[in-house]
């Protein structure tokens, strides 16, 4: 399960980007969820633990983050596509 995590800071086209992350991961036979948070924080990600990995749609500062303090691996949308 892929947790698509949208943060309040978001890029000004962030539903549109969304659609194409889950049809991208549905053509891959992956599943994903939504996540709507205001701050991307370690304890928020930690509720989800059925998340196998986390991409961040926001403004291209706030996708710059320090995974090792997660519980699960955080990626931007452009290494998910990769």
């Known amino acids: 399960l892929v947790g698509i995590v949208v943060t309040n800071l978001s890029i000004r086209s962030y539903a549109e980007l969304v659609s194409r992350l ?30 196998d990995l986390f991409t961040v749609v926001a403004c291209p500062a706030c996708t710059l983050v320090d995974d090792k303090e997660y519980p699960k691996p955080i990626v931007t949308p452009q290494e998910l596509v990769m």
């Open 22 to 51: 889950q049809h991208l991961l549905h053509v891959m036979g992956r599943k994903s969820c939504v996540l709507m948070v205001g701050k991307l924080n370690v304890p928020k990600l930690a509720n989800f633990d059925q998340v």
